[in-house]
């Protein structure tokens, strides 16, 4: 469905290889990616994703050519660490705004945004500008504005970082319903939260790529 | 469809929102626009009105027609100076000829009018005048004809007629003029007068400016340099130097007020992008193109320029009398299609390629990728 080959990626010329002759293939299920900052986590998954261009080696997404606008509008789900949501607009023209970008249809769109927002506990607030919410319930919000295409690809990074177990519990849950309501989808989770670790089929640990002697010094 | 008209909309509140925070934003480029715009026009006006002003001579003048007006003082008078020395050009066309004596004659109703006298030589001239049957005959473009006068010159009384003065010599008759004869007061004559000689051109005949070179070479020969020569290719000379200025000035202000506003807009937009970069990177995130996005800050700059260009070019049409008048600049064109004509549309297209080039740097910032903006 998701596959990587010889992913090379680097800031700059001069900095070292944040990501060097990487290759992994995702099946259809929830893949945890876990490691230290800077290892390159959220880096590959803002390659998977499309928003980052690697030096060097290929990305292949079943039914697309490549990562590009088409693939982003229809078929994947992006949630970011931080701002997420469009500040001006009401959490329910969030929603509606990507999943018309994503061709879906008007009625399958209302549909959708009852369904996600009723599934994230969210049906009251589907008015409220992001302003006036809680971090929590902006992070619901922004998986909501993941899922409303229904994707085939989800990307996620850090969605539950600082969040409290119940709202960790609902964004669990939430993402275990969608990955088996379709067996073809793939949700990519990059995460220091082991809270996540249940409902994972598949667990990278990005550590191994990592030179670890920097941290090792600075606890001596 | 719905997708654009959600975004388009997204992007006009976040806009809005933008110019009532940072009112300043927009007041900057809004006086840089009322600056530029202003000094554009009025000098694209001011030369359109002179340029117009001597369309408008030489339309009246006539291409083929040329005048020439000698001063006779007392003293070349005495000298034995000839007067009539410029007669000989008659055989190039319709010769108009008389002397515009220095009195002037007050007629029954207290109005005062300038004096032509004519003799002998002059008759073949005024012979459209003479057929009324008149010898003094008042030449009027506010009176009717066929009205018997009785005017007083120097307490000498005359009657005449009053006519109406044919097109060929209505540009030599600016106010009212009597014509009688130069026989009826010779001693006026002896105070001096200006010898008019106005020559409508056949066609076979020789240029104008030979025309105008050659009465030059009589003048410089006979070393009589008190005469004014008038012709329409002289005007055109000079309306022709002035069209030319006007097409390089164009070119140039277009420049500056295009050059102007892509430095200012630009800076402007590039600043207020890195502003609103993360929602630009979000949406951009969304599937929404980079040429929407880009756009915004077009169709954003075009609004402002636009509005604020008209709104200029409206008030100084309004305000146009007062302004050119404190310039003591007179032109009888038309407002409308001064301030609504080639000169406007070349003001407020530069104004807007101003704008679009001012785009090319945020349109080049929106190349960078989504996954370096967002974290």
Known sequence: ?????????????????????????????????????????????????????????????????????????????????????????????????????????????????????GRLGLETFKKR??????????????????????????LLDEPTSGLDDLNTEVIKKVLQEFIKDDGSRVAVICTHDSRLDKIADDILDFNRFLPMEGHLEALA | MISSILTASYLWKDTWKRWLEQPGSILARSVVTIIMVSLSVLLLVGFRMQIERLRTEVDKFGLDNLLIMETVTPMDIANGVPADRFRSIHKWGDLFTGKRMIASATLSNGRNTSIVAYSDNDIRGLLPYLKHGHEVFLLTNSDQEGLVIDCDVQDISFSGITLNPKENISQLIQNDTL?????????????????????????????????????????????????????????????????????????????????AIALIYGVLSILEFRQSMYVSALLKSFGVSRIMLGIRSVIENMIIVNCVTFAVIYLLSKYHDVIFSSLKIQSSADINSLYWGSETSWTITAANVGVLISSVPVFWALRKQVGSILE
């Open chain 2, 179 to 259: 014509f009688i004869p130069l026989s009826y007061i010779p001693e006026i004559e002896k105070r001096g007068y200006a010898m008019i000689y106005y020559l409508e051109r056949n066609k076979n005949a020789p240029d104008i400016p030979t025309l105008t070179g050659a009465i030059q070479q009589v003048i410089k020969a006979d070393g009589n340099g008190k005469v004014e020569i008038k012709s329409a290719a002289e005007i055109k000379k000079k309306l022709d130097m002035l069209e030319k200025k006007q097409s390089s000035m164009r070119i140039w202000l277009a420049a500056i007020l295009g050059g």
């Open chain 1, 1 to 117: 469905m998701l596959s990587c080959s010889n992913i090379y990626y680097r800031y700059s010329w001069k900095a070292p290889w944040v990501l060097e002759e990487f290759s992994h293939e995702f099946a259809p299920g929830i893949h945890l990616i876990k490691g230290y900052s800077g290892c390159g986590k959220s880096t590959l998954l803002r390659i998977l994703g499309g928003y980052l261009k690697q030096q060097k080696g290929k990305i292949d997404i079943e039914g697309y050519r490549n990562n590009g606008t088409k693939f982003q509008k229809r078929d994947l789900g992006f949630v970011f660490q931080q701002l997420n949501l469009l500040p001006l607009a009401s959490v329910r023209r969030n929603l509606h705004l990507a999943a018309s970008l994503a061709g879906i249809s008007r009625t399958k769109r209302n549909e959708n945004v009852d369904r996600y927002l």
């Open chain 1, 129 to 154: 500008l992001p302003k006036s919410m809680s971090g929590g319930q902006q992070q619901r919000a922004t998986i909501a504005r993941a899922l409303i295409k229904e994707p085939k690809v989800l």
